[in-house]
């Protein structure tokens, strides 16, 4: 039997890639390996269905370093209390003092790229924890191999110590009968200069020259992204919630992601598992999730002929679609709660010696 602390911060949030991926293997791990006991710990109250367990540590959480303190010292509390062998950090943090083994998943390395889509203060004031914390966790887990080849470069991360647990997802993201007359281009996604919506935004003008078509754009603005002008053609939705998402993404004339970086691209994923086709940017990691269901497109030309293409050529569109279904069904949250469970037990191997 193995006794599990995970990091259940990411809950306390309304949406967002970490809250599902938190609660995604959690869930999963629970249902697959019952046998093993995991407890959920955080600062503040988050919904979570039994039977995992949830302990409400008290403190200011991890928003100031007095407050980080507080947090981890009444989190080694909490993990030797409860009896826990290990802590997974899922909210890129571990205990600075190490006494269990860890494992940290390092979701991306976005505070390393040195763009001008990431915020210079916001990216060196999540630089130094990051680092003591990949420091001292006893594994780290990354969604793709190309951020676990990233992590290895830029933080000389020995092989050994890194494992790649891919993600999935929901269960709930599944085809609905299309219900939408009219054709549109569908982004979802958090609303920030990394995602390079400002030049989607040029493209389907061009796009919109010769098609009568909407362009979609569903998910939080983030306050480094200005609201974006009223543009002919463009909906800007906003957060929307889960229920929604696999409509949505079903009657998508195409999904579009032209992100700048990402370390998976959990949406991607999303649109294929409900028969939409996935249009992606160059990136490393979208390429390697995509596979050859998603279509890879580097410049603003190819965007404009591929959009152009999917208007005119449904044929092309159907044989996608069945390629992302084919595609999404690689991935399931029972393989990535299974993959860290392995991660779990090589972490208690090595922390033993």
Same mark, same amino acid.
């Given at each position: 039997?193995?006794?599990?602390?995970?990091?259940?911060?990411?809950?306390?949030?309304?949406?967002?890639?970490?809250?599902?991926?938190?609660?995604?293997?959690?869930?999963?791990?629970?249902?697959?390996?019952?046998?093993?006991?995991?407890?959920?710990?955080?600062?503040?109250?988050?919904?979570?269905?039994?039977?995992?367990?949830?302990?409400?540590?008290?403190?200011?959480?991890?928003?100031?370093?007095?407050?980080?303190?507080?947090?981890?010292?009444?989190?080694?509390?909490?993990?030797?209390?409860?009896?826990?062998?290990?802590?997974?950090?899922?909210?890129?943090?571990?205990?600075?003092?190490?006494?269990?083994?860890?494992?940290?998943?390092?979701?991306?390395?976005?505070?390393?790229?040195?763009?001008?889509?990431?915020?210079?203060?916001?990216?060196?004031?999540?630089?130094?924890?990051?680092?003591?914390?990949?420091?001292?966790?006893?594994?780290?887990?990354?969604?793709?191999?190309?951020?676990?080849?990233?992590?290895?470069?830029?933080?000389?991360?020995?092989?050994?110590?890194?494992?790649?647990?891919?993600?999935?997802?929901?269960?709930?993201?599944?085809?609905?009968?299309?219900?939408?007359?009219?054709?549109?281009?569908?982004?979802?996604?958090?609303?920030?200069?990394?995602?390079?919506? &400002?030049?989607?935004?040029?493209?389907?003008? @061009? *796009?919109?020259? /010769?098609?009568?078509? !909407?362009? $979609?754009? +569903?998910?939080?603005?983030?306050?480094?992204?200005?609201?974006?002008?009223?543009?002919?053609?463009?909906?800007?939705?906003?957060?929307?919630?889960?229920?929604?998402?696999?409509?949505?993404?079903?009657?998508?004339?195409?999904?579009?992601?032209?992100?700048?970086?990402?370390?998976?691209?959990?949406?991607?994923?999303?649109?294929?598992?409900?028969?939409?086709?996935?249009?992606?940017?160059?990136?490393?990691? &979208?390429?390697?999730?995509?596979?050859?269901? @998603? *279509?890879?497109? /580097?410049?603003?030309? !190819?965007? $404009?002929? +591929?959009?152009?293409?999917?208007?005119?050529?449904?044929?092309?569109?159907?044989?996608?679609?069945?390629?992302?279904?084919?595609?999404?069904?690689?991935?399931?949250?029972?393989?990535?709660?299974?993959?860290?469970?392995?991660?779990?037990?090589?972490?208690?191997?090595?922390?033993?010696?």
């Amino acid at each position: 039997m193995m006794r599990v602390a995970i990091d259940a911060t990411p809950l306390t949030l309304s949406s967002g890639g970490l809250a599902r991926y938190t609660a995604e293997l959690t869930g999963a791990l629970v249902k697959n390996f019952q046998d093993d006991v995991f407890t959920l710990m955080s600062d503040q109250p988050f919904p979570m269905p039994e039977p995992a367990r949830n302990h409400l540590i008290r403190g200011g959480g991890a928003r100031s370093p007095l407050e980080r303190r507080w947090w981890f010292w009444g989190l080694n509390r909490e993990l030797v209390r409860s009896g826990c062998q290990l802590f997974h950090g899922t909210n890129f943090e571990v205990p600075y003092v190490p006494l269990r083994a860890s494992v940290l998943t390092l979701h991306d390395l976005s505070p390393w790229m040195n763009a001008p889509w990431h915020a210079d203060a916001g990216r060196v004031r999540r630089r130094t924890p990051m680092l003591i914390e990949l420091g001292i966790a006893t594994m780290v887990m990354t969604p793709t191999e190309a951020a676990r080849k990233q992590a290895m470069e830029h933080f000389r991360i020995p092989a050994s110590r890194i494992a790649v647990v891919p993600y999935a997802a929901s269960e709930m993201f599944r085809p609905v009968e299309k219900n939408c007359s009219a054709p549109y281009f569908l982004y979802v996604g958090t609303l920030e200069p990394r995602k390079n919506l &400002l030049e989607l935004i040029e493209v389907f003008r @061009a *796009v919109r020259r /010769r098609h009568s078509v !909407e362009l $979609v754009l +569903a998910g939080r603005r983030r306050a480094d992204f200005p609201p974006l002008p009223p543009e002919p053609g463009v909906r800007v939705l906003g957060e929307v919630g889960d229920s929604e998402l696999p409509g949505l993404y079903s009657n998508a004339l195409v999904f579009l992601y032209p992100s700048h970086y990402e370390g998976f691209g959990l949406p991607v994923l999303e649109a294929m598992q409900c028969g939409a086709c996935a249009f992606i940017s160059g990136d490393a990691a &979208l390429a390697e999730v995509g596979g050859d269901a @998603a *279509v890879q497109l /580097r410049s603003a030309s !190819e965007w $404009v002929q +591929a959009m152009q293409a999917a208007i005119e050529n449904p044929g092309w569109l159907r044989e996608l679609a069945q390629r992302g279904l084919r595609r999404a069904r690689e991935f399931s949250w029972a393989r990535t709660a299974r993959l860290t469970r392995e991660v779990y037990q090589e972490a208690l191997r090595r922390f033993s010696f």
